[in-house]
Nanobody, 125 residues
Framework: QVQLVESGGGLVQAGGSLRLSCAAS????????MGWFRQAPGKEREFVAG????????HYADSVQGRFTISRDNAKNTVYLQMNSLRPEDTAVYYCAMKNSVATSSRSVGSYDYWGQGTQVTVSS
């Protein structure tokens, strides 16, 4: 049984930083591409960042490029999202997800096989 558990969310002032973690179990972690998504109230879930199996390649949504950094530690079965220079519009529930196929888009919600339960990030102005 696959389990993804996010942590690290919270309330922060604009300009501040948070580091999210997502611990995975139940699958061989380094067989999976990992992604972070977010969903704000009344909006669709959107791609934030993704990282390949070995951690050597990452890409980001334009809205977070240069402020957020995704990384992974395959020895710890954990993926991270370092979020700096946070803005009120970053407020959302953040989800990590696992994707096995290399043929599907890493930016598409439907491409992912497993999801965490989400962690709330709130940025006050």
């Amino acid at each position: 049984q696959v389990q993804l558990v996010e942590s690290g969310g919270g309330l922060v002032q604009a300009g501040g930083s948070l580091r999210l973690s997502c611990a995975a179990s139940g699958r061989t972690f380094n067989n999976y591409f990992m992604g972070w998504f977010r969903q704000a109230p009344g909006k669709e879930r959107e791609f934030v960042a993704g990282i390949n199996r070995r951690g050597g390649s990452a890409h980001y949504a334009d809205s977070v490029q240069g402020r957020f950094t995704i990384s992974r530690d395959n020895a710890k079965n954990t993926v991270y999202l370092q979020m700096n220079s946070l803005r009120p519009e970053d407020t959302a529930v953040y989800y990590c997800a696992m994707k096995n196929s290399v043929a599907t888009s890493s930016r598409s919600v439907g491409s992912y096989d497993y999801w965490g339960q989400g962690t709330q990030v709130t940025v006050s102005s």
